[in-house]
């Protein structure tokens, strides 16, 4: 991948890397199933997979690094309600809203805003940084639908 | 941009005369603090000279010179309060509509700028001179001069900028201007990006039922394997590769050299129990590596 000069940050890990931790995710979903009940309805399948995609997507795209990564991990570990071993940030809330009641810039805000509940972990971020985490997981989500692809196309009938 | 402006300001320099338009223009003001302009060019020729090296000229040249964030912090900040002194006693200027004073505005703002920045560094007599020249530089035309608003103006182009390298990650965003467009944009954007995700993984659920069966037959061969091992009944449609304990509930940090150790067992592994699979799974890494991109962006 060539890399042109960019202000933000954003070098994803190849191709490799998210497939090997989807799969490796997914085998461990698959040997969880066999020992619980396996008495899959289609819905479950499909949210654990999509759970599966979710959080190995963090994983490969450097878990710590990242705060959309981290947030997404966080939640997943909190539905499993286990404790996430990672060390966290302290909030500076009291900050953040205060600068955020300040801004004015409506249209920007309204769009900010809708951003902020689709990236995981935007809520707590400024504008900026949300830029920041916007554009790495964008990069990192079309890397995942690649290895998804790719693995559909592989294992479907031919 | 930048070069032009320190052409113009040796221009300056070399004219000992500013030519009698400008007076003009500028009215009875102007003149005077023109020619203490002339002066402090005069005797701080060197001065000017060793502005060169330093690292931070580009902060200092440009339209915007007055108030960036980005660089060196204190110093920048110390430049910052002392222009904001400048303007303040200044106040608001008289509004000339004419592009040749937005230049010498510039070029004035420049100056002041850079001798605010070598006035750090240096003695206080040059902070006498830095103090009559904070009078004449003014206020960007048509801005105001507030501390706040000049925030307002940095971080307004901080985000901009990043909006920019956005716009290159997001395929379809050159076409559509402005902020809201291009944010409505990438939010689309991200939401189908999702959307695949979510219709991928269906897709997925649905091809692999088959496997759930052989996973029984699997249970103590997997736990005994510490690299990856494949299955005996297998078919060719279902795949799997086994990671050693790496439990989807404990969310740990992700553990590189446990990956870096499965990853060269999968790729170099020697027990087979059936070279079938391994064909079939060294395919479809290779797929993974070589597959160009897929047909669903084409289809957007």
Not at chain 1, 66 to 75: D, F, G, I, K, M
Not at chain 1, 85 to 102: A, D, E, I
Not at chain 2, 57 to 81: L, P, Y
Request: charged share 30%.
């Amino acid at each position: 991948m060539a890399s042109a000069y960019n202000p933000i940050y954003t070098d994803v890990p190849e191709k490799d890397v998210f497939a090997l931790h989807f799969l490796q995710t997914l085998s461990n979903l698959r040997t969880q199933n066999s020992f619980s009940s396996p008495d899959n309805k289609t819905s479950d399948r499909v949210k654990k997979i999509k759970k599966a995609a979710y959080v190995s997507m963090a994983r490969a795209a450097g878990a710590t690094n990242r705060l959309w990564s981290r947030s997404l991990l966080h939640q997943a570990a909190k539905r499993n309600n286990k404790n996430v071993r990672f060390l966290r940030r302290k909030r500076r809330v009291t900050w953040l809203m205060r600068r955020r009641s300040n801004r004015g810039d409506p249209i920007e805000d309204v769009a900010a805003e809708r951003l902020r509940n689709l990236v995981p972990g935007g809520g707590g971020m400024e504008t900026s940084k949300l830029m920041e985490e916007t554009a790495h997981y964008i990069k990192c989500l079309s890397m995942q639908v690649k290895v998804m692809q790719c693995l559909v196309d592989g294992l479907s009938p031919k | 941009m930048d070069l032009s402006v320190l052409e113009r300001v040796k221009w300056l320099q070399q004219q000992q005369m500013v030519s009698p338009e400008f007076f003009e223009i500028l009215g009875s003001d102007g003149r005077e603090e023109l020619k203490r302009v002339e002066s402090y060019l005069g005797n701080n020729n060197d001065e000017w000279q060793s502005f060169r090296h330093y690292e931070t000229i580009d902060g200092c040249i440009s339209r915007t010179s007055s108030f960036q964030m980005e660089q060196v912090k204190n110093n920048e900040e110390n430049r910052a309060t002392a222009l904001q002194h400048k303007r303040k006693t200044e106040g608001k200027t008289e509004k000339i509509e004419n592009k040749k004073n937005k230049k010498i505005k510039t070029e004035d703002e420049t100056e002041s700028s850079m001798k605010g920045k070598s006035n750090m560094s240096n003695s206080e007599t040059s902070s006498e001179i830095q103090k009559r020249d904070y009078i004449h530089v003014r206020a960007r035309r048509g801005e105001a001069t507030d501390r706040h608003s000049l925030a307002e103006r940095a971080r307004r182009e901080k985000l901009s900028k990043k909006m920019k390298c956005l716009q290159d990650i997001v395929p379809g965003c050159n076409k559509v201007t402005g902020k809201a467009g291009m944010l409505d944009e990438i939010i689309n954007y991200v939401q189908s990006l999702q959307q695949q995700v979510e219709f991928l993984s269906m897709k997925l659920s649905v091809l692999n039922p088959e496997l759930d069966y052989h996973i029984n037959e699997l249970s103590t061969k997997q736990f005994q394997a510490c690299f990856t091992d494949l299955p005996e009944a297998v078919s060719k449609q279902s795949m799997m590769v086994d990671a050693s304990s790496f439990p989807l509930q404990h969310q740990e940090s992700l553990d590189y050299s446990v990956i870096n150790s499965i990853q060269t067992t999968t790729l170099g592994s020697k027990d087979q129990t059936s070279s079938g699979w391994e064909i079939h799974s060294q395919s479809l890494y290779n797929n993974l590596r070589t597959d160009s991109d897929s047909s669903f962006f084409s289809l957007k």
